[in-house]
Every structure is written in C-alpha cells, then in structure tokens.
C-alpha cells in the first residue's frame, strides 16, 4: 500500500557519485493526499543534475526557487500555496541577495519563514538550500 506520492524518486549514490552513499530519497512527497513537503532545493538541475551558478548566491537562488515552482506544479499545486519555507544559508552575508530574489516568487504568499546560517550543504559550491512545506487547496 502506498501511503504517499512521491515525486522524482532518486538515490543519493546517482546525485552524489563522488560520496559513499545508498539512501532513497525523492524531491517531493504528497501527504494525505494534501500536504506537500520539498526536499531542500539548490541550484541543481533536476534533469542533469548539473550544479549551476557557482559563487552567485542571487543566481543560486533564482534556480532554487525554479525549482521549487517546478515541483509544486508536479505536485499539483503552486507557490501561493506555500505555507512554510526554510532557508539554509553558508554565510550571513548571502542573506540580503538570497531573500531579494526569493521574496519575488513569494509576493503576497507570506508564508512563515526561518532562515538558519550553517557551516556547509551537502556540496561545497552550494550557498544556499530552501526547504518548503505547501498544500494542494481543496
């Protein structure tokens, strides 16, 4: 029995050649039939999943946020239905350029927010990962 949708199943071992890893993840899960979690998105395509936009936080952030857009529609839903985000970023001083471009694709949402500074994502050349938490409206 399937308890959820999952939208691009992957493993790490394809996504992270380079690492010592064998989980099954997927870029979305619609749960309950409503609730839609994203995976923490980076400026990677999904397709290829080439790595785009070295050092430009702003440019990083555009295609991260494409790729959430992308995603919700998949899912069957859309930004506006952005409920929760949660933004990852290397350095404090990418915070200005990642919200700019970021509060473009969530004008009038007012979804709630965190925004948490940590040491490293999961590659070296990411500056910026948001995790975002929407639902499919009735």
């Known amino acids: 029995m399937t ?29 309950r039939g409503r609730m839609v979690f994203l995976r923490g998105q980076v400026s990677q395509d999904l397709d290829s999943r080439e790595n785009l936009h070295e050092g430009d936080a702003a440019k990083q952030t555009e295609k991260t946020m494409r790729n959430i857009a992308l995603l919700l529609e998949e899912a069957g839903t859309t930004m506006g239905a952005v409920c929760r985000i949660v933004v990852y970023l290397t350095d404090i001083r990418y915070r200005e350029a990642v919200y ?14 965190t925004g948490i500074v940590v040491s490293a994502i999961a590659r070296p050349e990411w500056v910026v990962e948001i995790e975002v938490t929407a639902v499919i409206p009735d």
Not at 9 to 28: H, I, M, R, S, V
Not at 101 to 111: A, D, I, R, S, T
């Open 3 to 31: 308890l959820h949708k999952r939208i691009r199943p992957f493993n790490t071992k394809e996504t992270y050649p380079e690492q010592q890893l064998d989980n099954d993840l997927c870029q979305a899960v619609v749960a």
């Open 100 to 113: 700019q471009e970021m509060g473009k694709w969530l004008k009038g949402v007012h979804p709630c927010s």
